[in-house]
C-alpha cells in the first residue's frame, strides 16, 4: 500500500524521532542511532544519516528527556529503519526497545519509542483519530507518510483521515 505524502509533510520525510534517550551530543547521539539500528538489525552507518539533533521541549519544566531527530538520506532507508523497529518491539513483547538495550539506563531502563516526524497538525490529528478509535472500539490506528489510517477490524478496508471533522464523524 502506497500512501503519499502529505505537502506538510514532504519536508519531514526522511526524518524520525526518537523519545526518552537521555541528554547527548551529536556524536553520542548518532552513535545511538547506529547502535539501536545493530539491536533490530537494520544496518545503519553515519553517513546514511544526514542529520541529528536534539529538539526543544514542549514544557520546559518537563523533566522528560528532550527526543533526537534523525533526518536519513533517504525515506527507503528511514522506512526500513521504522520498520526494523516496529519488528523488533513486536518479536520483543517483553523486552521492547529501551534504553538498557543501549547501555544507558541510570537508575531504571526507560522505553525508547522510534516514529516517523510528523507536523504539529498531524501530530494533533493522530491524537484525536487514535481517542475516537478507543471510543469506538476500532483496532488500528496508525500513521504512514505524514497520513493518519484507521482500522475497524482486520478484515476491514482502512481509512484515510484527512481532516479532525473526519474523525468526528465517524461512527
Known amino acids: 500500500m502506497y500512501i503519499a505524502p502529505s505537502r506538510g509533510h514532504k519536508v519531514m520525510i526522511e526524518k524520525i524521532i526518537f523519545f526518552q534517550l ?22 545503519i552507518r553515519e553517513t546514511d544519516i544526514s542529520y541529528c539533533s536534539r529538539t526543544a521541549k514542549a514544557n520546559p519544566q518537563s523533566t522528560r528527556p528532550r527526543s533526537i531527530l534523525v533526518k536519513f538520506q533517504s525515506s527507503r532507508t528511514r522506512d526500513s529503519y521504522l ?4 519488528k523488533y518491539n513486536k ?9 538498557a538495550l543501549l547501555g544507558i539506563a541510570l537508575e531504571k531502563k526507560s522505553p525508547v519509542y522510534v516514529v ?8 494533533s490529528l493522530h491524537t484525536a483519530a487514535r481517542q475516537k478509535a478507543k471510543e469506538l472500539g476500532w483496532k488500528y490506528t496508525w500513521v504512514k507518510n505524514g497520513r493518519v489510517l484507521m482500522r475497524k477490524s482486520d478484515n476491514s ?6 481532516d479532525i471533522q473526519m474523525v468526528n464523524n465517524l461512527k
Do not use: F, M, W
Request: net charge negative; charged share 20%; with cysteine.
Open 22 to 43: 537521555c541528554r547527548v551530543g551529536y556524536q553520542i547521539a548518532v552513535s545511538y542511532v547506529t547502535q539501536l539500528g545493530h539491536i533490530i538489525k537494520c544496518e
Open 83 to 86: 520498520a526494523a523497529a516496529s
Open 116 to 123: 516517523e516526524h510528523l507536523t504539529p497538525d498531524t501530530k
Open 157 to 162: 478496508d482502512y481509512v484515510l483521515v484527512r
Open 91 to 99: 518479536e520483543n513483547p517483553n523486552e521492547k526497545l529501551n534504553t
